[in-house]
C-alpha cells in the first residue's frame, strides 16, 4: 500500500509546488529575459517598521532629473515598488499592470516610484519594452544598492527583494510588504492599503 | 525498495524540467490535437451568459461553447503586448459580430493566466473588452495549456456531436484578422 501511496502524494506535493511558482512571461521582451530560476524567497532583514519615518532618499531617474521622497512630503502618498532586476520574467510583468492603473493611485493621491539596482541605460532600454510608463523609474546603481540596504531589502548577491512601501504624506510609512522574489505582489493587496490611508 | 525511489525520482526530474530555465519547454497544444480538459466558471454576466450560449450556473468546458469554434486568447494584464493587442482584438470581436455569417458561429473568450478577477476585471475596464474574461489566478489552465508565453491564441472547433479539435495555435498578436477568419472558416467548415 505504502508503494502506492507515497508516488501518489508525491505528485500531489510537487503539483501545488510547481502551481506556487508558475508566471507567465510576455513575448514584449522577445527572447532577452533572463530566468534566473527559483531564488530564496526572501535573503535580507528590514530595516524599517510600519510607523516609522521613511529614509530620505535622492536618486537618479530616468526622465534626466534627480528625485527625493522628501518632495512629496504633504503632497503626495508615495508607493515604492522596488523589483529585484530588469530583463528578468517577473519583474518585467509587474510595472506593465501598474501603469493601467494610474487612475487608483491618482484616487488616492499617491505617487508610484519605481526603483532597481541597474543602471539607467539598463533601465531605458528595458523599460522601453514596456510602453511609455506615467511614473518615475530611479536607479539605485550607486552607491550600488545604498538605498534599498537603508530600507533593509537588499539581498547579498546585490540585487533588491521585491518590496513595496507606502509612505504616507507625512512621510510615515503605513504599510511593508517584501514579497517572495519569485512571485508577482497582488494588487488587490495595494489597492487596500492606499484605502487604508487617511482622508 | 529500488522501484520506490524510482517513480519519485522521475517525478522530482518532471518538476525540475518544468522550472529549470534550461530544460523549460513550452508544451502549449498543437493543431490537430485535442484541446486538454478544463472548466471554467459561466459568467454571471447575462450578455456574457447568453453570448457563449450556456445554461445554468456552475462550470462548463469549451465544447458547451454554442459555437462551431471558438478562440481563447491566453492574456495577462501584466503584460505589455497584450495591452497593446487589445483594441485589435476587440477589432477581431467587432468583425466576428458585424458578419451575419460569422456571428453566432465564431466566438472568443480570454483567460488571464496568474490573474485575479479584479485584474482581469481592470483589465476588461481598462481596454472596453467587450466579450468574456476568466480569471485564472492559480495559473491552473495556463498549466493545462502548456503554460505559454502571452499573448497565445488558441482556435478550437466544436462539432455538434460535442467533440473538439485545435485548429489554430499561435504565439503572439494577430497580424492580419481577416486571414484569421479565412482560416478559421475552412478549417471549422464554416460555409
Known sequence: MTKYIVPAMTCVMLFSLSSALAQTHSIAYKNNTFDPGILKPIDSKLKVKVGEKAPDFTLPSLAGKKVSLHQFLGKKNVVLSFVPAAWTPICSDQWPGYNIVKDLFDQYDAILLGITVDNIPTLFAWTNQMGQLWFPVLSDFWPHGKVAGEYGILRSDGISERALFLIDKKGIIRYIQVNDINKRPSLEVLVHELQQLPK | ?191
Not at chain 2, 7 to 27: R, Y
Not at chain 2, 72 to 96: D, G, T, W
Open chain 2, 1 to 191: 525498495m529500488k522501484k520506490a525511489i524510482r517513480i519519485p525520482v522521475f517525478l522530482v526530474l518532471g518538476f525540475l524540467s518544468a522550472h529549470n530555465p534550461l530544460w523549460a519547454q513550452t508544451k502549449a497544444p498543437q493543431e490537430n490535437s485535442l484541446l486538454p480538459d478544463f472548466q471554467l466558471p459561466i459568467p454571471s454576466d447575462m450578455t456574457h451568459h447568453r453570448y457563449l450560449g450556456l445554461e445554468g450556473e456552475g462550470s462548463f468546458k469549451i465544447q458547451q461553447i454554442r459555437a462551431k469554434a471558438v478562440i481563447i486568447e491566453i492574456f495577462s494584464m501584466y503584460c505589455p503586448y497584450c495591452q497593446r493587442e487589445a483594441p485589435n482584438i476587440n477589432k477581431l470581436y467587432q468583425r466576428m459580430e458585424n458578419d451575419p455569417g460569422l456571428r453566432g458561429k465564431i466566438k472568443i473568450i480570454g483567460i488571464g493566466a496568474g490573474n485575479s478577477p479584479f485584474e482581469v476585471d481592470i483589465f476588461r475596464k481598462k481596454y472596453n473588452v467587450p466579450f468574456p474574461l476568466f480569471a485564472d489566478n492559480n495559473f491552473t489552465v495556463h498549466k493545462c495549456l502548456g503554460e505559454t508565453r502571452t499573448p497565445y491564441f488558441f482556435v478550437v472547433a466544436i462539432n455538434p456531436q460535442g467533440s473538439q479539435k485545435v485548429i489554430y495555435s499561435k504565439l503572439g498578436g494577430i497580424k492580419d484578422l481577416d486571414s484569421l477568419l479565412q482560416t478559421i472558416r475552412l478549417r471549422a467548415g464554416i460555409k
